[in-house]
């Protein structure tokens, strides 16, 4: 491992709420063997309280017509990943982003124009389940070129900065505005200045890492594009989680979510089902 890789894996293993840990299982036994790794993200890490939030996640999967019954399921997540699904279980609501292996490999990285998974995965999260430790090793691989990704892509327009911390804040501001989304002013600033600690220690590795990336397509073009998905994914209803409900007595539900209305929250997990996108707030 690299020391970027090192700090990932470090931060990945960080302990979450038990139940969240449980909705994880949950959700990776509704795909079945297909499962590698189920990843937790988002404003509720933040919270110590989850009761009434929306919690986020991403299942990895090993391949989409392996992870799914229906074939037009695995065609729609082939064709404009993710596919989005809404599940409740153990007293806890969720909706949970599908990508599989290669794919989640691919767009944490530069040869992607698109900003929407390296954004997230350059910032916090937890791996709260994997298969074996090969889907261990995979996803600290593919959010290891987050970071790097995220600040070689904004180099062309914020170039250098004396305080690194800075540059993570321009750099988060670029992601947004390449996506449709209702953010209040300095949401990334204050993305930054909640764990600046963290986008301290993570800086030197990533930007030296990203001294040898290129910084990809001009940022008008990832905004058309970016918006463009955006409008795509938003004609797509979140859906309920596929397969029949979970079956623990008196713990899970998986409900029909309603059609999609807007693809981002505004508060600490605030959102509601009708989010078939969301960064995580």
Same mark, same amino acid.
């Given at each position: 491992?690299n020391?970027?890789?090192?700090l990932?894996a470090?931060?990945?293993a960080?302990?979450v709420?038990?139940?969240?840990t449980d909705?994880?299982?949950?959700?990776?036994?509704?795909?079945?063997?297909?499962?590698?790794a189920v990843?937790f993200?988002?404003s509720?890490l933040?919270q110590?309280?989850?009761d009434g939030?929306?919690?986020d996640?991403y299942?990895?999967v090993?391949?989409?017509?392996a992870?799914?019954?229906k074939?037009?399921?695995?065609?729609?997540?082939?064709v404009?990943p993710?596919n989005v699904?809404y599940?409740e279980h153990?007293g806890?609501?969720?909706?949970?982003?599908?990508?599989s292996?290669p794919?989640?490999h691919?767009l944490n990285?530069?040869?992607? #124009?698109?900003? /929407? @998974?390296?954004a997230?995965?350059?910032? *916090?999260?937890? =791996?709260?389940?994997? %298969?074996d +430790?090969k889907a261990r090793?995979?996803?600290i691989?593919?959010?290891?070129r987050?970071?790097?990704?995220?600040?070689? #892509?904004?180099? /062309? @327009?914020?170039?250098?900065?004396a305080? *690194?911390l800075? =540059?993570?804040?321009e %750099?988060? +501001?670029?992601?947004?505005?390449?996506?449709?989304r209702?953010e209040r002013?300095?949401?990334?600033?204050s993305?930054?200045?909640f764990d600046?600690?963290?986008?301290?220690?993570f800086? *030197?590795?990533?930007i030296?890492?990203? %001294?040898?990336?290129?910084?990809?397509p001009?940022?008008?073009?990832?905004?058309?594009?970016?918006?463009?998905?955006?409008?795509?994914?938003?004609?797509?209803?979140?859906?309920r989680?596929?397969?029949?409900p979970?079956t623990?007595?008196?713990?899970s539900t998986a409900t029909?979510?309603p059609?999609?209305?807007?693809s981002?929250g505004?508060g600490?997990?605030?959102?509601?089902?009708?989010?078939?996108?969301c960064?995580?707030?």
């Open positions: 491992m020391a970027l890789e090192r990932v470090e931060e990945l960080t302990p709420d038990p139940r969240v909705l994880a299982a949950a959700i990776a036994a509704k795909h079945g063997a297909a499962s590698r990843l993200y988002g509720c933040r110590q309280q989850l939030l929306m919690l996640f299942l990895i090993s391949d989409y017509r992870a799914y019954a074939r037009w399921l695995a065609l729609a997540n082939r404009i993710p699904f599940l153990g806890l609501r969720a909706k949970y982003a599908v990508l292996e794919d989640f691919r990285g530069p040869e992607t #124009a698109s900003v /929407s @998974v390296w997230r995965f350059a910032q *916090p999260s937890r =791996l709260v389940w994997a %298969a +430790a090793r995979a996803a691989a593919a959010i290891a987050a970071a790097p990704t995220l600040l070689a #892509a904004a180099r /062309s @327009v914020v170039g250098e900065r305080d *690194p800075d =540059l993570w804040r %750099a988060f +501001a670029l992601t947004y505005s390449a996506e449709l209702a002013p300095g949401r990334a600033q993305v930054v200045d600046a600690g963290r986008y301290r220690r800086g *030197p590795a990533a030296k890492l990203a %001294a040898g990336i290129s910084s990809g001009k940022w008008r073009s990832r905004r058309l594009r970016g918006k463009a998905l955006s409008i795509l994914r938003l004609a797509r209803p979140a859906r989680s596929p397969g029949a979970i623990s007595p008196g713990k029909p979510a059609t999609s209305a807007s981002r505004s600490a997990g605030r959102c509601s089902p009708r989010l078939a996108f960064r995580g707030c």
